[in-house]
């Protein structure tokens, strides 16, 4: 049920106000997630005479019944062939960024069938699979046969082959580790103090460990994210607009992947990515992320006014203090879920495709509770969609000086502004013609391939924090505009200036996001000043709409749009987006690593992976949540307020 000042707002709403809404997320944002028509191409229609690219035998057959199996993914290369017609088809087609290598071919190899190709059945040897299990080489030249006598047979063309990786019974029978073990012992314990303290809770026991134990409670800690009685803060729309936004964001990650999955259809896929219109579909999902950027610098802002004013001290202790609570609610669950990762997440990839899947969590866990991981070790990631914490977090720690700045010297506050707003747009542009970068993501089919590991814009522009800081100010300016016309009672005059801004905002973005369409067909020698100042200007408009678009719902309490946003069903959702955002990597690739392969590429396919990680990813987002990040979150909060007791014993001076 919504409260009764929603459901006001919900009977004076304002279709234009409702226009604008749907209008800024549907065709911003969801159309590019969801973007999955396949368009007619003539230049696919060649792909019917031409080798598949990808081709796997029965992987559970292979095993079935044979100890001494082995499963080699086989990379073969066709070799050059200026008289056969396919070759020059296959170059056409692999000269095409937007297109798959054509003349990179993937054989999913069961070792002992490939064998009985090549050799009669009375000359197969039992042994032979022993000896090609420890002689690499002797190994390689069988399955290079294998797949040669396939590819002359059909299109007499030969390959170098390559073995990417063999699976044996070896990799099915690997004990539990120290590490993993430990894991275990982590989780049974986490059972063990939330089954006590919900029987404690429901027991209504009051005992001088009940602060240690009491917020592990399972009905307190769902009451807790459940009661949208009282708003969270001053903007409870936010919450609705970080949930809708977290939704696609899943519905992005849990789709890409398909991109990497050996496909029977790939010409499908690449009808898709040759549309004359997806350039402006890839722009929407490369500046998705700005507006958790925007997100957080606002209300990093909104936060430290209103503290600001309850408490108008601001020194060393108080900034130690919001450092030591916001890690407080970051690191418990993120160093949970990165144990996971180094551990137990390896074995549940136990596919032949799996390996393409590849963490680095219990190699390089470091980088990311240092929050370094956008910058360090890009190419061998922890949880991949981990930069984007790191990135965030350097971020506040900036924002929180630049504010105490502005605070301690109030006459310095329009320099502050006019120095970040120069930074939002000279910093990217700077980086964008020094490394002789495109303007904006651009894809390629080769770079999704390897998760844009090897992609210098990724690298160098996408992840950076001080490239994303202009997306981060731009919220903090919002956020102390709110302040001020808050402050000073400029509701209605806001109100009104908004709504026009809001409508000029989409135009330009409409104009600057539709010049993607041509800027491919535009030549450019890099270092390039035109694309230099577009690039700027692109990643900067999407900083600034998501600045426009928070204020402007923060001063429109009367329309549907509001009342759909602050919405106790979103409100919920927000609160569990962060939880939701740092299991989504291992719900995503547990899925695709356990997918049957070679798998089809369509709408069903689509809906029906999604909606499996939406559904996976919610509960143990849910989970996390509830066992880990808010438990954790709250008895280290209460310790970092020296409110921490047992009893008649204060565990903590006040450690602040």
């Not at 069961?110 to 090609?132: K, N, Y």
């Not at 916001?326 to 990165?338: G, K, S």
């Not at 959702?573 to 590429?601: C, D, E, F, K």
Request: charged fraction near 15%; proline fraction near 4%.
């Amino acid at each position: 049920m919504c409260s009764s000042e929603t459901c006001r707002g919900m009977k004076r709403f304002s279709s234009a106000d409702t226009v604008v809404f749907w209008w800024y997320i549907c065709c911003c944002w969801l159309l590019p997630a969801v973007y999955g028509t396949n368009f007619a191409s003539s230049l696919m229609k060649m792909q019917w005479k031409l080798p598949k690219l990808f081709k796997y035998d029965d992987f559970d057959e292979c095993r079935k019944g044979n100890p001494r199996f082995q499963y080699c993914i086989v990379q073969a290369v066709i070799r050059p062939n200026e008289s056969s017609d396919i070759w020059h088809n296959i170059s056409l087609l692999s000269a095409n960024p937007l297109n798959f290598p054509h003349d990179h071919l993937e054989r999913g190899i069961c070792l002992h069938d490939c064998l009985r190709r090549v050799f009669p059945v009375e000359q197969l040897e039992i042994d032979q699979m022993e000896i090609l299990a420890s002689n690499d080489e002797l190994r390689l030249d069988y399955l290079s046969r294998c797949v040669n006598m396939e590819l002359e047979a059909s299109h007499q063309l030969q390959t170098s082959a390559s073995i990417l990786h063999c699976l044996s019974e070896e990799n099915f029978l690997s004990s539990f580790g120290l590490a993993d073990q430990c894991f275990l012992g982590m989780v049974i314990a986490l059972v063990l103090l939330v089954g006590v303290a919900t029987v404690r809770d429901c027991k209504g026991s009051d005992s001088k460990y009940d602060q240690l134990i009491q917020p592990f409670s399972l009905p307190h800690n769902i009451n807790k994210l459940l009661n949208t009685a009282k708003s969270d803060g001053s903007l409870p729309h936010l919450e609705g607009l970080r949930a809708l936004f977290m939704l696609v964001i899943i519905l992005v990650h849990s789709s890409l992947p398909f991109i990497r999955m050996p496909l029977n259809n790939p010409e499908d896929m690449e009808s898709q990515t040759n549309h004359l219109t997806f350039p402006i579909w890839n722009s929407g999902n490369t500046h998705m992320i700005t507006f958790f950027f925007a997100l957080g610098g606002m209300v990093l802002a909104v936060s430290f006014l209103s503290q600001i004013e309850r408490s108008p001290t601001v020194d060393f202790r108080f900034l130690l203090k919001k450092l030591l609570n916001r890690l407080a609610r970051l690191v418990p669950a993120y160093a949970f879920v990165i144990f996971y990762q180094a551990t137990l997440f390896k074995r549940t990839k136990q596919r032949p495709h799996a390996a393409r899947f590849n963490d680095y969590c219990s190699e390089y866990w470091w980088t990311n509770l240092l929050f370094i991981n956008n910058y360090v070790h890009l190419d061998e990631p922890c949880m991949k969609f981990g930069w984007y914490l790191g990135a965030d977090f350097q971020l506040f720690l900036i924002g929180m000086a630049i504010m105490t700045l502005i605070w301690k010297f109030p006459k310095t506050k329009k320099a502050c502004i006019g120095v970040v707003v120069f930074v939002s747009f000279w910093v990217p542009g700077y980086v964008i013609y020094v490394e002789k970068l495109d303007a904006t993501m651009m894809f390629s089919m080769r770079h999704a391939l390897t998760e844009l590991r090897e992609y210098d814009f990724f690298e160098k522009f996408y992840t950076p924090g001080h490239i994303n800081a202009g997306s981060y100010f731009f919220g903090m300016i919002a956020g102390n505009l709110y302040h001020h016309i808050s402050q000073n009672k400029l509701h209605s005059s806001a109100e009104l200036y908004l709504s026009k801004v809001l409508y000029v905002f989409l135009t330009v973005l409409f104009f600057l996001n539709g010049f993607l369409v041509m800027l491919p067909s535009i030549p450019q020698k890099k270092p390039s000043l035109f694309l230099s100042i577009y690039g700027s200007a692109l990643k900067a408009i999407f900083g600034i709409g998501h600045g426009i678009l928070f204020l402007y719902f923060g001063f429109k309490t009367n329309s549907m749009s509001v009342a759909f946003l602050q919405h106790p069903i979103l409100r919920v959702m927000g609160r569990l987006s962060y939880s939701i955002y740092i299991v989504q990597y291992a719900v995503i690739y547990t899925i695709y690593s356990n997918m049957s392969i070679p798998t089809t590429y369509s709408g069903f396919n689509l809906i029906f992976v999604t909606s499996a990680v939406l559904f996976m990813s919610f509960l143990s987002g849910a989970i996390l949540h509830l066992v880990v990040e808010v438990p954790c979150a709250t008895v280290l909060k209460k310790a970092i307020d020296g409110k921490l007791d047992i009893g008649s014993r204060k565990i903590s001076k006040k450690l602040l």
